[in-house]
């Protein structure tokens, strides 16, 4: 069953053809990954698709009800919830309170239930010791999972991930790979997720969409798609030394 299916979506900003109909489809449970150079139109996809700005063209469907347009935190309660390239927690708040804000926003009005559900979270993901600490202060590793706590504080049926692992050495993605598996096998979330890190792509997707100068240019397997003369030249030929 398919739940997020963008359709033919198109957004130019003054003259540039930043996305040209591009169709990517999730199903329930399933990942798939996007990968692309700078500037292919990723993040402009998730823009789109999350109601920052409206697409010029096609229609974004969650569960069978058309949203294109609609805004993030109205879709966050639908189930659809994004983290960002560049992080957005509130700085001058600790990490405890920005997750506890994110499940308030889910609807849990009782400031004491929300804290409660907030510290097991940060259980989960691996920030109890950052509980305290003002998000400000935090290393770029620990706020990519502030940013990635605060989105499953929003108990998400699709999750769309961007670069979620940009900025963090090797030993600092494991984890988070594991927690993104462990979310999917036992909760079923779906992800959509930009990713230049190749290791990560091949370890979490189930199928791979790739992307050049806003349009989709090859998708499916992986080892598929990443073999792809066309791949290869426009994205691996120029990216792969160190995006791998
Ligand atoms: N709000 C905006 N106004 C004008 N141009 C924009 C805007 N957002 C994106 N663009 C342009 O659209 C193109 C696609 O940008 P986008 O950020 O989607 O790329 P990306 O694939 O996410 O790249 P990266 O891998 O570097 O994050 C770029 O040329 C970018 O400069
Ligand atoms: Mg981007």
Redesign the pocket.
């Known amino acids: 069953m398919t739940i997020l299916d963008i359709r033919g979506v198109s957004k130019s900003?003054r003259g540039?053809r930043?996305l040209d109909q591009v169709d990517v489809s999730v199903d329930e449970g399933e990942i798939v990954g996007i990968i692309?150079a700078?500037?292919?139109?990723?993040?402009?996809l998730f823009n789109c698709v999350t109601g920052a700005f409206p697409p010029d063209a096609g229609t974004v469907t969650l569960d069978g009800r058309d949203v294109t347009g609609v805004k993030m935190h109205t879709l966050a309660r639908a189930g659809l919830v994004r983290t960002f390239?560049l992080m957005r927690p509130f700085a001058s708040m600790t990490t405890l309170e920005n997750v506890t804000i994110a499940v308030q926003s889910r609807g849990v009005r009782r400031e004491r239930a929300a804290r409660a559900e907030a510290a097991t979270l940060l259980e989960r993901t691996g920030l109890v010791t950052w509980a305290d600490a003002e998000s400000s202060t935090l290393p770029t590793a620990v706020q990519k999972r502030l940013e990635l706590t605060r989105a499953l504080a929003m108990r998400p049926r699709v999750l769309l991930l961007d670069e979620v692992l940009a900025g963090l050495v090797p030993s600092e993605r494991t984890p988070v790979l594991d927690l993104l598996d462990e979310l999917r096998r036992e909760e079923g979330v779906a992800m959509l997720f930009i990713e230049h890190i190749m290791a990560a792509v091949r370890r979490l997707s189930d199928r791979v969409v790739m992307m050049d100068q806003g349009s989709v240019i090859a998708r499916g397997d992986v080892d598929d798609v990443l073999q792809d003369p066309r791949v290869i030249e426009a994205y691996l030929g120029k990216e792969y030394g160190h995006a791998a």
């Open positions: 900003f540039l930043a692309g700078n500037g292919a139109g990723k993040t402009t390239q």
